[in-house]
């Protein structure tokens, strides 16, 4: 896989922060787990129930020698989720989620809670999402 990076950005790497100087293009020849500093979210940023299971999970990439800890709470967190949770989109993708972080898929878990967020935005506001699925 071939990153592209821009001078100044950072990326996380299996636990490790790497920050380049200048416009570089990286190729990880074997399987890492990484995330770009735009796919980071601070503290600061989990203000809603999915965000803050992100930023569990992210901490399970981030930290990948280290997980014991974010794996309970994300345990703790992911079982509180599913037993408030009425929206059969949002169960389907907690269903999703959890398949993927048993089997240390933290990225793709992370891009399925991403889809997540505006279902979520619409649950608080109130509104019943359409899926593009079900129009079919």
């Not at 972080?101 to 991403?114: G, N, P």
């Amino acid at each position: 896989m071939k990153i592209s990076l821009r001078a100044g950005e950072r990326i996380y790497i299996n636990g490790a922060v790497l920050r380049v100087d200048r416009k570089v293009s990286v190729e990880l020849v074997n399987d890492v787990m990484f995330l770009l500093e735009g796919q980071i979210m601070q503290a600061s940023d989990a203000t809603t129930a999915m965000r803050q299971l992100y930023f569990i999970v992210q901490l399970m990439l981030m930290n990948p020698t280290d997980v014991r800890d974010a794996s309970a709470l994300y345990a703790q967190h992911h079982a509180a989720l599913v037993a408030v949770c009425e929206s059969r989109e949002m169960l389907e993708g907690l269903a999703a989620v959890d398949e993927l972080v048993e089997a240390t898929r933290y990225f793709e878990a992370l891009k399925r809670i991403r889809a997540l967020f505006p279902v979520e935005q619409a649950i608080l506001a109130g509104a019943t999402v359409v899926s593009p699925f079900q129009a079919a």
